[in-house]
């Protein structure tokens, strides 16, 4: 633990979510395709990485989709809550590492040939120390994937459950990346077939009382919206770059 005064507050986000999370992110659509997107931009821009940390993993659903999808010689998983790292515990092989620690300050350097930050850094308010860290953790030439939600005109009541600070402005993170030692390699919307849903239901339904509407599904529902999620990733990965969605991708290249 390198950041123990601040394990299992409130900061950033409720770790009594965690309980919650765990289960829904097996079966729902948008955390599946989320993974296969993001394991997919890995194999195709960092094929020959082999040294990986995740910042902010919460649970270990996105790390073990990684851990899977090749011989790693190291994998790492950090996250500010233990509550959290008990999930991954039980999701993750032996062999990963996890560890406590405040993501404005991580403990390493010139580390890793690849990075992620997967729907985290929109909840700290110095998201670029965050950048700074991961940059100086990783070699120079190595890679970093992040993923933020986007469109400040969707902000809702979701987003203050979620403690978010933000949602990112189109081109904002690309900026910041640039800022702190990157260069920009792909950048696109996700989650932009199924946008005009996501924003009538923000629009019509945003109410304190409906903090957890967009997970409630039934199984069908949640089947149709995986296979369209499944096919704009799909297409994502054979070259299609969207102009607006619900989140945004970004794979850069540590300089």
């Given at each position: 633990?390198?950041?123990?005064?601040?394990?299992?507050?409130?900061?950033?986000?409720?770790?009594?979510?965690?309980?919650?999370?765990?289960?829904?992110?097996?079966?729902?659509?948008?955390?599946?395709?989320?993974?296969?997107?993001?394991?997919?931009?890995?194999?195709?821009?960092?094929?020959?990485?082999?040294?990986?940390?995740?910042?902010?993993?919460?649970?270990?659903?996105?790390?073990?989709?990684?851990?899977?999808?090749?011989?790693?010689?190291?994998?790492?998983?950090?996250?500010?809550?233990?509550?959290?790292?008990?999930?991954?515990?039980?999701?993750?092989?032996?062999?990963?590492?996890?560890?406590?620690?405040?993501?404005?300050?991580?403990?390493?350097?010139?580390?890793?040939?690849?990075?992620?930050?997967?729907?985290v850094i929109e909840h700290i308010a110095d998201d670029e120390a965050v950048l700074r860290g991961m940059r100086a953790s990783m070699l120079e030439g190595g890679g970093i994937i992040v993923t933020v939600p986007q469109h400040p005109w969707l902000w809702s009541r979701a987003d203050e459950v979620a403690c978010h600070q933000r949602r990112y402005r189109r081109g904002e993170l690309e900026?910041?990346?640039?800022?702190?030692?990157?260069?920009?390699?792909?950048?696109?919307?996700?989650?932009?077939?199924?946008?005009?849903?996501?924003?009538?239901?923000?629009?019509?339904?945003?109410?304190?009382?409906?903090?957890?509407?967009?997970?409630?599904?039934?199984?069908?529902?949640?089947?149709?919206?995986?296979?369209?999620?499944?096919?704009?990733?799909?297409?994502?990965?054979?070259?299609?770059?969207?102009?607006?969605?619900?989140?945004?991708?970004?794979?850069?290249?540590?300089?």
């Amino acid at each position: 633990m390198f950041a123990p005064d601040l394990a299992d507050t409130i900061n950033g986000f409720d770790p009594k979510s965690f309980d919650e999370l765990s289960q829904l992110e097996a079966e729902h659509f948008w955390f599946i395709a989320r993974n296969e997107l993001i394991v997919g931009l890995m194999n195709k821009y960092f094929p020959e990485a082999r040294r990986f940390m995740e910042v902010g993993c919460g649970t270990g659903f996105v790390l073990r989709a990684i851990a899977q999808s090749r011989k790693w010689d190291r994998v790492v998983g950090s996250e500010l809550h233990p509550a959290g790292l008990e999930y991954a515990k039980g999701r993750l092989p032996s062999e990963a590492e996890l560890i406590q620690m405040d993501a404005r300050h991580i403990p390493a350097e010139s580390l890793f040939d690849l990075t992620g930050a997967f729907d985290v850094i929109e909840h700290i308010a110095d998201d670029e120390a965050v950048l700074r860290g991961m940059r100086a953790s990783m070699l120079e030439g190595g890679g970093i994937i992040v993923t933020v939600p986007q469109h400040p005109w969707l902000w809702s009541r979701a987003d203050e459950v979620a403690c978010h600070q933000r949602r990112y402005r189109r081109g904002e993170l690309e900026a910041k990346l640039r800022q702190n030692g990157f260069k920009v390699l792909f950048s696109s919307s996700f989650t932009a077939l199924l946008l005009p849903l996501m924003a009538a239901s923000r629009l019509r339904r945003n109410k304190a009382d409906e903090d957890a509407y967009e997970f409630r599904l039934n199984s069908t529902v949640n089947q149709i919206l995986l296979r369209a999620l499944q096919s704009e990733v799909a297409m994502t990965l054979a070259g299609v770059r969207w102009a607006a969605g619900g989140s945004r991708v970004v794979v850069a290249r540590a300089i």
